[in-house]
């Protein structure tokens, strides 16, 4: 085909037609027609030239030029000359300045013109997935509607009107099944730029999804009146969704069922029968969690904070009721309120409390030398071990019935007495491992704690600085979406993550390795930080 015999205007007509079909700028696709040409002028001129096309917008007259730069040294003769020879083409050339040959126009043969179809294809392709993506990068996060228009492997492509996007086989609620032509519903979960395929990627089993739900059929979630704190779900069978009034006269749970249940049933229609349960949310978590866990009935809650476990003890015909089939109702309590749970029966507890009790009694009866009544008379006033009975005033001792001031004070003795040579049998221990003086003489540290740092390999202050503050008094990390327990040195010292940090601190502080001013100025720039953080948060 002849470009000369081109009709020029049915060009352009072309070009419009294109871009109105696919909704892109009538300007690309004429630039994609260029570059499709100047590829097809390289077959036959040569493909190292540096050959560009140029049709003109109005008239859809085309112009092939070769360019060569003005440069200093010639490395590529092809697109290069020195300004010596560019003198015969222009009047004063410069390094820099281009020289611009015309070019005849070309016959484009089958092989050049179906090159530049796939060139033009591809430019007007991209330039549908640009559009695509700039209509939908802020959209993330909101639902939108779609029709089913195919099924790969799987997953649904969605027609959204502008382009597709995909519904993935774990995004979909299980029991759901899709024809052509079905119109769905889903949540915009991602838009990111893709080489090939769908750039939107949806989710139906999102919580996200059934906030968003409820945010359109609850006006009051809308206004921010509600506020959704959060949602767990088990997608197409069961979920939880905590919810918060900043109006004392409106009723977050009501609000959000509506008259006759009629705003939760639309969610529940839309989640193919999902059951939901719509909990009132509370700043105390003993009391979030006793709400999370309904219908189940809670007797006690007890929280450890720094494990990030909670434990919940429920009656006998509770507690399956508690757990839910298959775990599922403390799955989603648990989900909901970012803690473990560790549900218990009153029977389960009561034995454990029991197995405590007689332990702590059996300490006391081989430790201090007591009967057996006598011992569980301490452990019923609450003494726990023997630093508490060592070290606590005397008059808590004596309040005991039948406890006077001589029994107090030879209580006392025995405990102190059998706590000081524990503590030198560990020292002892300790020496015999390699501890030295530097870590022994360390303040902070018992005797049983060294002992342990030396049976862990830390026997001098020198070991003890390098350590991390969770080596010693433990942590928990996440792997997987599970949470795994970090044992530490000293955790059964009950010695705290902020305690591990000081111990850590000042043993590097005398090693000579922190200087302590450099310290007491880091924290004054934090603190100046924060305050300058408050005023500039109260001015606004």
Request: hydrophobic content about 40%.
């Amino acid at each position: 085909m002849s470009i000369t015999s081109a009709n020029r205007l049915e060009l352009l007509q072309i070009a419009d037609a294109v871009a109105r079909e696919k909704m892109i700028d009538p300007g690309l696709v004429i630039e994609a027609m260029e570059e499709s040409m100047a590829r097809g002028a390289k077959s036959r001129y040569g493909a190292d030239l540096d050959i560009r096309a140029k049709i003109d917008r109005k008239t859809g007259d085309l112009t092939l030029t070769r360019v060569r730069r003005v440069v200093d040294m010639v490395e590529d003769h092809f697109t290069e000359m020195t300004v010596e020879d560019a003198r015969a083409h222009l009047a004063d050339p410069k390094v820099g300045d281009e020289v611009i040959d015309y070019l005849p126009p070309v016959e484009m043969g089958r092989i050049a013109a179906q090159s530049a179809k796939q060139v033009i294809l591809q430019k007007v392709r991209e330039a549908e997935r640009d559009r695509q993506y700039e209509q939908f990068k802020d959209r993330v996060g909101t639902i939108i509607n779609g029709t089913v228009k195919r099924e790969e492997y799987g997953n649904i492509i969605v027609d959204v009107g502008v382009g597709e996007a995909v519904l993935r086989r774990n995004d979909k609620i299980g029991r759901e099944a899709y024809r052509n032509g079905d119109r769905i519903r889903a949540y915009v979960k991602d838009v990111r730029r893709e080489a090939r395929g769908p750039q939107i990627f949806l989710s139906r089993t999102a919580p996200e999804f059934m906030a968003a739900l409820f945010k359109m059929e609850v006006p009051e979630i809308y206004d921010g009146i509600i506020e959704i704190k959060a949602v767990a779900r088990d997608p197409g069978s069961r979920a939880k969704i905590a919810v918060i009034s900043y109006d004392n006269s409106i009723d977050p749970v009501g609000a959000c069922v509506g008259m006759r249940g009629s705003r939760v049933q639309a969610v529940v229609n839309e989640l193919q029968g999902e059951k939901i349960d719509i909990i009132p949310w509370n700043h105390d978590q003993a009391t979030f969690l006793v709400n999370a866990l309904q219908p189940a009935e809670v007797s006690k809650v007890v929280i450890d904070e720094d494990a990030g476990r909670i434990e919940v003890v429920v009656p006998d015909e509770q507690l399956s009721l508690a757990i839910g089939r298959r775990g599922q109702n403390v799955r989603l309590a648990s989900q909901l309120t970012g803690l473990d749970i560790d549900i218990l029966t009153e029977a389960e507890e009561s034995e454990r409390r029991q197995a405590e009790f007689g332990e702590r009694t059996k300490l006391f009866m081989d430790t201090l030398d007591l009967d057996e009544f006598f011992a569980q008379l301490l452990v019923a006033e609450g003494f726990t071990n023997l630093e508490e009975v060592a070290y606590v005033d005397l008059d808590e001792l004596i309040s005991i019935d039948g406890v006077d001031d001589d029994t107090a004070q030879e209580l006392q003795t025995r405990a102190r007495e059998y706590i000081e040579a524990q503590n030198q049998k560990a020292l002892d221990h300790a020496r015999a491992l390699g501890v030295q003086d530097s870590l022994v003489n360390f303040e902070g540290l018992s005797s049983q704690m060294i002992e342990a740092l030396a049976e862990d390999g830390i026997l001098t202050l020198d070991d003890f600085a390098t350590c991390a503050d969770w080596e010693l008094a433990g942590g928990w990390t996440t792997e997987n979406g599970e949470r795994k327990k970090d044992d530490g040195i000293l955790e059964k010292f009950d010695v705290s993550l902020e305690e591990a940090q000081h111990l850590v601190m000042t043993a590097r502080i005398q090693l000579g390795w922190v200087d302590p001013a450099e310290l007491v100025a880091e924290a004054g720039d934090e603190d100046g930080d924060d305050a300058q953080t408050a005023d500039e948060e109260a001015g606004a």
